[in-house]
């Protein structure tokens, strides 16, 4: 292999590989986002907060914006799902800013998100359960990147297959 190809092969891997790896939502470590100076959050919406298209909200995720929202951090769900009531109810019911039909990873929709919280790339951290979506799109604009594993087995069906090489990256992150 040329030096040139490995290069290359190293930046797209950094492309993919997320700052933080963790199991939900709830993990997340207040004192990681203080370190870095994080101040936005911008989230996914299906399989991340909620499971597949179950747009109930839990108790314990509201509690969770809450308390985001009082220790100063400003909130953004970035989702690819297409427009729908019950979505919009989710967002007024987390007090969140929501930015739907997106499709990500394009980065002009990241940094529409990022302009609604009127924050920078350096202070804003993007949450998802996809690699090829949430954490690539997240890495271009250079936004800090948290994995999360996803809440649900149910799922978009091009979805299932992009699973199938997000396997193989973890497999050489070395997480699996
Ligand atoms: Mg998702």
Same mark, same amino acid.
């Given at each position: 292999? !040329?030096?040139?190809?490995?290069?290359?092969?190293?930046?797209?891997?950094? #492309?993919?590989?997320? !700052? +933080? @790896?963790?199991?939900?939502?709830?993990? %997340?470590?207040?004192?990681?986002? $203080?370190?870095?100076?994080?101040?936005?959050?911008?989230?996914?919406?299906?399989?991340? #907060?909620?499971?597949?298209?179950?747009?109930?909200? *839990?108790?314990?995720?509201?509690?969770?914006?809450? !308390? #985001? @929202?009082?220790?100063?951090?400003?909130?953004?769900?970035?989702?690819? *799902?297409?427009? *729908?009531?019950?979505?919009?109810?989710?967002? @007024?019911?987390?007090?969140?800013? &929501?930015?739907?039909?997106?499709? $990500?990873?394009?980065?002009?929709?990241?940094?529409?998100?990022?302009?609604? #919280?009127?924050? $920078?790339?350096?202070?804003?951290?993007?949450?998802?359960?996809?690699?090829?979506?949430?954490? &690539?799109?997240?890495?271009?604009?250079?936004? @800090?990147?948290? +994995?999360?594993?996803?809440?649900?087995?149910?799922?978009?069906?091009?979805?299932?297959?992009?699973? %199938? %090489?997000?396997? %193989?990256?973890?497999?050489?992150?070395?997480?699996?």
């Amino acid at each position: 292999m !040329s030096s040139n190809t490995q290069v290359r092969r190293r930046s797209i891997m950094q #492309l993919l590989t997320p !700052s +933080l @790896h963790i199991e939900t939502i709830y993990d %997340l470590p207040s004192a990681w986002l $203080k370190e870095r100076a994080i101040t936005s959050i911008i989230t996914d919406l299906d399989n991340t #907060l909620v499971p597949w298209r179950d747009y109930r909200v *839990a108790e314990e995720l509201a509690d969770w914006f809450d !308390s #985001l @929202h009082r220790s100063g951090f400003k909130t953004l769900i970035l989702t690819n *799902a297409r427009p *729908a009531p019950t979505i919009v109810e989710v967002s @007024h019911r987390l007090n969140t800013e &929501l930015i739907v039909g997106a499709r $990500k990873p394009i980065s002009r929709f990241f940094r529409r998100a990022l302009e609604l #919280l009127d924050s $920078k790339p350096h202070e804003t951290c993007v949450i998802g359960d996809q690699i090829f979506t949430d954490v &690539l799109g997240g890495n271009i604009v250079g936004c @800090h990147t948290v +994995l999360v594993e996803r809440i649900g087995h149910k799922e978009f069906v091009g979805t299932k297959f992009m699973r %199938l %090489l997000e396997k %193989l990256v973890k497999r050489r992150m070395g997480t699996v």
